[in-house]
């Protein structure tokens, strides 16, 4: 069973588009830009995106690599308190976006995180940051679903299965960080 599962993530490794890779390139540029021009980045995402979502704003608020002073970032998945309150008031439906519309500007980036591209939370919070000028990026799997659809640029990971698409955001989110860290000191250093 190692073997195999091990044997299916090095296959989606060779599959995945070189397209995703420019993409991924292109978000690290958004987000660079956002970060230096004093802004934030919100994350978002359920289960498993949840934590993965979680995990890409601890690496930008700490640090990836490098010594780096911490950037403005923030889980949209991390105050139970918040969340359940919006969840009981409102609807589940309403958890990211709820927190968006008090929390973000015009010139903030949101990430949002779904395997299947469907989550509704998830994507009321992108078209929310649409109306609101947040530039919204997105990681999602299968098909892409709505999700790919309404975000500005997403990356869709060729595949079914959640574990594997999961895997793949998160190695997606570590090159993302790598790639905003570069970015930032390169254009600090200048």
Known sequence: MVASELNALRELLEVF????????????????????????????????SAADAQHIAGELVGRFRKKVKGYKAFAL????SVVTALANDFSFDEIFSKQLESRGDGGDVL????????????????????????????????GGGRLAEVSRLSIVVPH??????????????????????????????K
């Open 77 to 80: 998945t991390t105050n139970s």
């Open 160 to 189: 079914s299965d959640f574990a594997r698409i999961q895997e793949m955001h998160m190695a997606l989110g570590h090159i993302l960080c790598g790639l905003v860290e570069d970015m930032v000191l390169s254009t600090k250093g």
């Open 111 to 142: 990430l949002a995180l779904s395997t299947s591209g469907n989550s509704p939370n998830v994507i009321k919070a992108v078209e929310l940051a649409n109306e609101m000028g947040i530039v919204s990026l997105a990681f999602s799997g299968k």
């Open 17 to 48: 588009p070189g397209e995703g890779m420019e993409k991924l390139v292109e978000m690290a540029g958004i987000i660079s830009r956002a970060i230096l021009n004093g802004n934030v980045v919100f994350t978002c995402g359920n289960g498993g």
